[in-house]
């Protein structure tokens, strides 16, 4: 688990806000649900036979003895909030959340064991049009976000009846060859045969890659909905390759199933991932509501979005103000509330612990300000600041009237 250090921070401000801003112009709203839930809630959204139920979950009991999860994944929490509060019963729902999500796995790069996570849900929609308005939504952030390396992977997992027939195909397939299945894949052959073509053993590629692939085996619903998802998509000019062997590492997906890859990050190329859920509100104890949602990592998001020539954000403030003895930091103070109100917007850092003037310049060049605000005495006597350019040599220090300092700075930074 690792720190994220202020240097990153405002980065990382940047793409989040950028995130929140398309999809709340899409017309989705912000829920907030808690990062501790019922171990029981995980098990049954998500899978006991899954790697992530099975190996990579925190679970501890509380003082009650109740069994409790640091979140693995929002998708699972969003639906329990959605039944607890209402929020399906004849209602349709388009919700975003982000935070941190915990999983006990290897670290590697863009991977911690504390990760965050942009998610976004639309339930109670049943047509294509849903799965492909959050596509669509998805490929708006790489444009905006000037990511152009990703690539969408695209497959139909068909209804659960649908699957239990691809299921038969598979464990057959496999069954012939028991020699060449690894540890994992022998445990899953009985119980869930899927999470074999999720293997990232390379030396289970060529016996996966001659599986029987899950699209010759969907019901006609389910191949008409994934008919109509594609024609939508080649209309938005979309771009995306079948995967047969994506089915995603949680078992209440059914039907749509993506995930946007790319190259640029190593090993871990998967930056967004979703599908549809239209069992999971009834599996846990709702009505019958279809749903589908995606998640991005946002380690991974941001890391690519520097490696594709993003602007790292400094954070550093536009306006530094040097305010030099005892009798000058009252006024000073007053004056620079006063500068905030009408500067609208500007970061303005006052320096505080007092210090010589050398002192204080030295601290507010170290800032990464643009500008730096000087009061003294005779500053103060006067009613005027210096102001001092810090990042043009060839700038000279000039002065301005209390009443002017505003409207110069904000002339200075538009």
Same mark, same amino acid.
Not at 160 to 169: F, H, I, Q, T
Not at 360 to 369: C, L, T, V
């Given at each position: ?320 103000? =040097?305010?030099? *003895?005892? @009798?000058? &930091? ?8 006063? $500068? %905030?109100? +009408?500067?609208? #917007? ?26 730096? =605000?000087?009061? *003294?005495? @005779?500053? &103060? ?8 350019? $810090? %990042?043009? +040599?060839?700038? #000279? ?18």
């Amino acid at each position: 688990m690792g720190d994220l250090l202020p240097e990153d921070t405002a980065t990382w401000r940047s793409v989040e806000t950028i995130l929140r801003d398309i999809l709340i112009a899409y017309g989705y709203h912000e829920i907030r649900v808690p990062i501790v839930e019922r171990t029981e809630l995980f098990k049954r959204s998500i899978g006991e036979v899954t790697d992530i139920v099975a190996k990579e979950m925190y679970t501890f009991n509380d003082r009650n003895d109740v069994s409790l999860t640091l979140r693995p994944e929002a998708t699972a929490g969003i639906v329990r909030a959605g039944i607890t509060h209402g929020l399906l019963h004849n209602r349709r729902q388009k919700l975003w959340s982000t935070g941190p999500m915990f999983r006990y796995e290897k670290p590697q790069k863009g991977r911690y064991r504390q990760f965050h996570q942009f998610d976004v849900e639309a339930l109670g929609f049943a047509g294509p049009d849903i799965d492909a308005e959050l596509i669509i939504v998805s490929s708006r952030i790489w444009r905006e976000l000037g990511i152009d390396t990703v690539e969408l992977e695209l497959n139909s997992l068909g209804t659960p009846e649908s699957r239990v027939r691809y299921r038969e195909a598979l464990q057959g397939y496999f069954e012939q060859f028991p020699d060449a299945l690894d540890a994992d894949s022998r445990d899953r052959l009985q119980r869930n045969p899927m999470r074999i073509l999720d293997s990232k053993n390379p030396a289970m590629e060529e016996l996966i890659a001659g599986a029987p692939v899950i699209t010759d085996y969907l019901d006609t619903e389910s191949a008409e909905h994934f008919a109509t998802l594609r024609r939508l998509l080649d209309q938005a000019g979309i771009g995306y390759r079948i995967n047969p062997r994506l089915v995603r590492g949680l078992d209440y997906y059914t039907r749509t199933v993506f995930e946007w890859v790319t190259g640029r990050l190593g090993a871990q190329g998967a930056i967004c991932s979703g599908g549809r859920y239209d069992g999971l509100v009834e599996q846990l104890g709702g009505r019958s509501v279809p749903a589908i949602g995606w998640a991005i990592g946002l380690e991974r998001l941001v890391e690519l979005y520097k490696v594709c020539g993003g602007e790292q954000v400094s954070g550093a403030p536009d306006v530094y103000v =040097v305010a030099v *003895g005892d @009798a000058v &930091v009252e006024p000073a103070f007053k004056l620079v509330e006063q $500068l %905030r109100d +009408a500067t609208h #917007g500007l970061i303005i850092d006052m320096n505080c612990g007092g210090g010589s003037f050398k002192s204080q310049m030295k601290r507010a060049d170290r800032s990464g300000a643009q500008i730096a =605000v000087i009061l *003294g005495e @005779a500053e &103060v006597a006067d009613q005027t600041v210096g102001i001092k350019p $810090l %990042r043009n +040599a060839d700038a #000279g220090q000039f002065s301005v009237g209390w009443d002017e300092l505003g409207a110069t700075l904000v002339k200075f930074f538009a």
